[in-house]
Each structure stands twice: as structure tokens, then as C-alpha cells.
């Protein structure tokens, strides 16, 4: 019943040896749009809102703000555009920031992005619910909450079936918001024509006004804080970078489109709302978000604000916006659970954030990311504008970052390119840019509720240096096991018996060559010497996230996995052993596993199963966190199957062994 029920919620699995799979699963430049950049257009939603209340009554700022937010938008993203240029695998600040700054950088950028992406969706669950409830009633607001949970459990959901399907679940909400918010910023500005020269006298009349009571350093600091808290309206030009593995051949210009459609939709949506916010006079609103108070006012304007037809107008605008916002959860969960896949495969995260379900998502880290979201709905009791506070400073680390390595980038490369001083000069302009907001947010944001995303974002990294500083000295210690046995004297043998399929068999389980699989077999013929008269080597090539990339990258594990079982049979061979190998490809090793020995047993019915397993010499409860328990599970599956199991221990000591250890 459970494999029926999660076959008919996430589909059937994929089959990643067909060439077929990418193309099937990657996006076209307007799906990816969908995808990744409706967080950035989304944040229309929130961030001008923010800009505009921080001006109080100096709305004659309004006009610059619109222009700052447009050139903002076109240089972050043409920077962006760069990067995907030399990095077209995607990873987008982690992977730059890592590669050109070091790890240590990576690392700070990489778990910003990881807080940046679960406030991703709790921001855009949270405005999505206000736009929802802001034409209901008051008396439904405790209703909000439970909402926001349900989106996040109906996302995660959908999620879990693979991002193509999620993407286009949603699409038709993606233009519905489009649509809806061309005709309400185009309708506002055309009936507002005539108060154009209006709008002037008072903007010039109000910069006159504003430098008598403020001075200019006084509307210069008005200005900066009331750009600074728009700031989450950049903060989805990051995914499309992030997400560029997902994208359909050719990866580069794929990206690069992309970026363009959401620049422009970002840039036009953003300036046009604040320029409404002017035009109208504007005014924060109990229970209505200031875009509903722009939507009322626009409907009114038209003479339809007691009929239905104006009533149905708001209700879709709204209920556009408000589902646009939980459409740009998706940027989260698609680009957040990436993140935690490129540095589990550089051991800042454990392994399996790196895994792939059979549907091909990477399902461990959506879940992650979903219940983490969850909880942060719940510190902030859904409170948009804390959520705000806490979402901007993030980003704009691994804006800094990303652009800070781009710098080096070019310097270290200027004679290779003769457009890098053209190139250079967009990252020195967006390094000033990002870094300047980064720091005026910490300042500004600081004590209203940056301090909270600052102090979980370095308990991340404090964790992630745990992390990595436990599988480096798990790894330091292998590779004394492999130091030591792969160097062990062969025993030349001039033929080995062939195999003889009614004689007791060893099947192993191993990986790589090495130390593990050497050390298995030695040990079987140290507990039953003489007995076994086949070795069957079995390994499952493990397709993750970080070998996902194409046809070609399945073929690599492919033959990278044949040539360790290849060795393995040599060397059995050479000790006079008869021997041979087995092997599949998937993106999940118990299943695979446990089919090719269950195959293995009806050839070889006196087979017994071994498979290696790391004993540490003080077990501690996060080691089976940080090491899957592939062994013992297999050995569960197999003998309830009725074939016998053994795991073979391998010790993993804190230091070296003394020679009488040994």
C-alpha cells in the first residue's frame, strides 16, 4: 500500500541510463524563469513595500529609489551573467567564492546561501498569505499560520515528484501574475498621465522642503536606509546561477536568457510599483498589504470600487500575487537543497544531502529545507516584516563574496581576455554596491532581527568545520588501511580454478579500490580459511548529485566503477582464487544491491553476502548521521530475503596504531 501510495503522490522512477532522462528533466529558458525567477519577481511584493514605508512622508524620494532599484537589479544580475560564463556547472557564489577565495570563504557563502534559501520560503509563504488574507476579512488572520504550513507541505510534496513537474504545476500562476500586474502598474501610470507634471512640482518642491529640515547628508541617510530595507528585492538573482545544472543544453546560454528575462521582469515590476506608490499617494493600510492599497486604488480610479467587476479585478490581482509568492518558494527549494549538495561532496554537509532519489530530486535536502522553514514560520508567528529584517543580509554575503572572487578572477586571468577591463569594471561596481547594503544592513537591521540570521549562520558553519574535521580524520585513517594493504606482496598464480557454481561463494560488497575491499577479503579468509571456493565482487555505481550533469558523467561512474571491480578480480585471481564481478548503476544502493544479490543466490545457492562496515572506537550518536548504515540495512533486507549476511567490521582508530596494535 505505502509503494502504491508514493508511486501515484511522486510518479515512477527515472531511469538514469536512458540519454533521454536530461533532456527530459532539464528546463528551457522560460521554465526556468518560472522556476528560479519568480522569487526574484515575487519580491515586488515585499521589498518596494518595505523601501517606500521607510521614506514616512518624504515621498519625493520615490523617484530615485525606482531608478536605484532598476540599475541594481541590471548590474547584480549582469555580474551574474559573468559568472555563468566561467562556471557553467552552475553552484553559482558557493562554487565561485570556493574555487577562488578558498574554502574557507566558500563555506561562509555557502551556509549564507543555505539560510538565505529556507528564509526564501518562509518570506514568500508568509507575503503570500498576507496578499491572501488582505481581502478576507480581519476575523480570519489566526487562520493565517496553518496556511502557511499547508503551502509548505503541498510544495514539498510536488517538490518530491522532481522539479519539471513542480515548475509546471505552477506555470499557469507565474503568467496569471504577469498578466495581472502588467495591466495594474500600465492602468495606473496611463490614468495618472495628466498628474505627471503634478507629481513633478511636487518632488522638486519636496527635495527643497527635505534639504531645509534634513540637510543633504540627513535625505542621503533617509535614502540609503529605505534602499537598504528593499534589499530582498534582489535576493533571487542568485538561483539562476545556483540552478544552471537543471537547464537545458546549451547550459551557459540558457542561464544567461534567463537572467535577462528575470532582469527586466524584476527591474520593470519593482520601479513600476514604487512609481504607482507615488503617483497615488500611497498609504500603509491596517489588514492590506501596500499593494492592495495600490490594486483599491486603481480599481477605484476606474469607477468600478462597488461593482463586481472591480471586486473580481482585486480578488485576482491578489490572489495572483499571493500565489505568485508561494510559486517563488520554489526558488528555495529547488537552489537550497542544490547547495547542500555541492558541500556535502566537499564534506562540509553529510553525504547524503548529496543523494539522489529515484525520481532523480535530491529528496533529503528538500525535506531539510522544508521543515527548517517551518520552524522559522514559527519563531516569527509568520511575521512578514521580521522576516524581511532577518532575509536580506545573507544574500548579500554571498554577493560580496561572489563578487569579490570575480575580481580576482579577472586579475589573475586580464591576459587571457581582451574584454576583462569592460568586465571588471561591472564586478568592481557591483562588489561596492552589494558590499556597501551588506554592511548598512547589519547596522540598520541589527537589533530588529539581523542578529538572529547572523548567530544561526555561523552555528551552521561552526557545525560544518565539525563536520568536514570528522570525515578528514575518518579519512586520514583509511588511508593508512590503504597504505598498508594495497602495498600487501602478490602471490603470482599461473591459473586460478574456474568458478563452480555449487561451491560455497563469497559475495562482496565493495566501492572503490582499496584498503575497505582488500581488507574484506582478507578477512574472509581468515575466518573460514579455505572454505569459500568463488568471490563474486559486487559495487553499485552511485549517481549523485555531483555526477548528475549528463550522459557522459553517467558513463564516467560506469567505467570508473568497472575498472575498481576489475582490480579487485585481478587480485583475487593472482592469489588463486576464482573470482569475478557484478555491477549496476543507481542513484540508491540498497535496492540495486540487494536485487543483484538476490540474483547472485539463484546462480550460487551456497553464497553467503559480506559487506564492510566502519566501527569507531567510541561510538557516538552523530556517526550514523554522518555515515549511512548501508551494511546493516542490506543485512536486514538479505536475511528476511533468507540469505545469510555478515559485516565484516572495520576499525576506524583516533591515532595511529602501535606497532604491537598492528
Not at 284 to 293: E, F
Not at 311 to 334: D, K, M, P
Not at 587 to 607: D, G, M, W
Request: glycine share 8%; with cysteine; hydrophobic share 50%.
Amino acid at each position: 500500500m505505502f509503494e502504491r501510495l508514493k508511486l501515484l503522490l511522486f510518479g515512477a522512477p527515472r531511469n538514469i541510463e536512458d540519454p533521454r532522462v536530461f533532456h527530459s528533466i532539464s528546463l528551457i529558458a522560460f521554465l526556468a524563469w518560472v522556476g528560479l525567477g519568480a522569487d526574484g519577481l515575487s519580491s515586488s511584493a515585499y521589498g518596494p513595500e518595505e523601501s517606500f514605508k521607510m521614506l514616512g512622508q518624504h515621498h519625493y524620494l520615490a523617484v530615485l529609489l525606482a531608478i536605484a532599484i532598476a540599475v541594481t537589479v541590471f548590474l547584480i544580475s549582469l555580474s551574474y551573467a559573468y559568472i555563468i560564463e566561467h562556471f557553467p556547472f552552475g553552484g553559482g557564489g558557493y562554487a565561485v567564492t570556493s574555487r577562488l577565495l578558498g574554502p574557507a570563504s566558500g563555506l561562509v557563502s555557502g551556509s549564507a546561501l543555505l539560510i538565505d534559501y529556507v528564509l526564501t520560503i518562509s518570506v514568500s509563504i508568509a507575503a503570500g498569505a498576507d496578499a491572501f488574507f488582505s481581502f478576507l476579512p480581519l476575523s480570519y488572520q489566526p487562520l493565517k499560520l496553518p496556511i502557511e504550513f499547508g503551502v509548505i507541505g503541498l510544495l514539498t510534496g510536488i517538490n518530491l515528484r522532481g522539479v519539471k513537474e513542480s515548475i509546471k504545476i505552477l506555470m499557469p500562476i507565474f503568467i496569471l501574475f504577469i498578466l495581472t500586474h502588467m495591466v495594474l502598474i500600465g492602468g495606473t501610470i496611463f490614468l495618472h498621465l495628466t498628474d505627471f507634471p503634478v507629481v513633478v512640482r511636487e518632488t522638486r518642491s519636496g527635495f527643497d522642503t527635505g534639504m531645509a529640515a534634513l540637510g543633504l547628508s540627513g535625505m542621503a541617510a533617509l535614502f540609503l536606509r529605505a534602499y537598504c530595507m528593499g534589499a530582498g528585492t534582489y535576493t533571487g538573482i542568485e538561483a539562476v546561477s545556483n540552478g544552471l545544472q537543471i537547464m537545458r543544453e546549451p547550459k551557459v546560454e540558457t542561464g544567461k536568457r534567463t537572467m535577462l528575462y528575470m532582469a527586466v521582469s524584476l527591474a520593470a515590476t519593482a520601479g513600476g510599483i514604487i512609481l504607482c506608490y507615488l503617483l497615488i499617494h500611497a498609504e500603509p493600510t491596517t489588514g492590506r498589504t501596500m499593494n492592495a492599497v495600490l490594486t483599491y486604488s486603481f480599481v477605484d480610479s476606474l469607477g468600478l470600487g462597488g461593482g463586481n467587476v472591480g471586486r473580481s479585478f482585486i480578488i485576482t490581482v491578489l490572489f495572483a500575487e499571493a500565489a505568485l509568492l508561494f510559486v517563488a518558494a520554489q526558488a528555495g527549494f529547488i537552489a537550497g537543497p542544490r547547495v547542500m549538495a555541492n558541500m556535502a561532496s566537499d564534506l562540509w554537509l553529510p553525504h547524503r544531502f548529496a543523494t539522489l532519489s529515484d525520481r532523480l530530486t535530491m529528496q533529503d535536502g528538500v525535506l531539510i529545507t522544508s521543515a527548517a522553514s517551518i520552524m522559522t514560520l514559527l519563531y516569527t508567528q509568520g511575521a512578514t516584516h521580521t522576516l524581511v529584517l532577518m532575509y536580506s543580509i545573507n544574500v548579500f554575503i554571498t554577493f560580496s563574496l561572489a563578487q569579490a572572487a570575480m575580481l580576482r578572477f579577472w586579475l589573475q586571468n586580464k591576459s587571457k581576455y581582451a574584454d576583462w577591463k569592460r568586465k571588471i569594471s561591472v564586478h568592481i561596481a557591483s562588489f561596492a554596491l552589494c558590499f556597501s547594503i551588506l554592511i548598512a544592513n547589519i547596522i540598520e537591521k541589527f537589533t530588529e532581527g539581523g542578529w538572529v540570521t547572523l548567530l544561526i549562520t555561523a552555528t551552521l558553519i561552526a557545525l560544518c568545520l565539525v563536520i568536514k574535521g570528522h570525515y578528514l580524520v575518518v579519512k586520514k585513517n583509511l588511508s593508512r588501511l590503504d597504505e598498508i594493504l594495497t602495498t600487501l606482496p602478490e602471490t603470482p598464480h599461473e591459473a586460478p580454478p574456474p568458478l563452480n557454481p555449487k561451491a560455497p561463494t563469497a559475495i562482496l560488497l565493495v566501492g572503490a579500490f582499496g584498503g575497505m575491499g582488500i581488507h574484506a577479503l582478507l578477512a574472509i579468509q581468515r575466518l573460514f580459511p579455505g572454505y569459500f571456493k568463488n568471490f563474486i565482487f559486487i559495487s553499485v555505481g552511485v549517481i549523485d548529485s555531483a555526477t548528475f550533469k549528463g550522459v557522459e558523467a553517467v558513463e564516467e561512474v560506469r567505467e570508473r566503477t568497472e575498472r575498481a571491480l576489475n582490480r579487485y578480480v585481478e587480485l583475487a585471481r593472482r592469489w588463486g582464487l576464482a573470482a569475478d564481478y557484478r555491477m549496476s548503476l543507481s542513484t540508491e544502493v540498497l535496492e540495486e544491491a540487494e536485487s543483484i544479490c538476490l540474483q547472485l543466490n539463484k546462480e550460487y545457492p551456497r553464497s553467503i553476502v559480506f559487506a564492510g562496515k566502519l566501527v569507531f572506537e567510541q561510538e557516538r550518536w552523530f556517526q550514523r548521521l554522518l555515515h549511512n548504515e548501508t551494511a546493516f540495512q542490506i543485512q536486514r533486507r538479505l536475511q528476511f530475503a533468507g540469505l545469510n549476511t555478515m559485516v565484516l567490521p572495520v576499525r576506524v582508530m583516533s591515532a595511529a596504531p602501535t606497532p604491537a596494535g598492528r
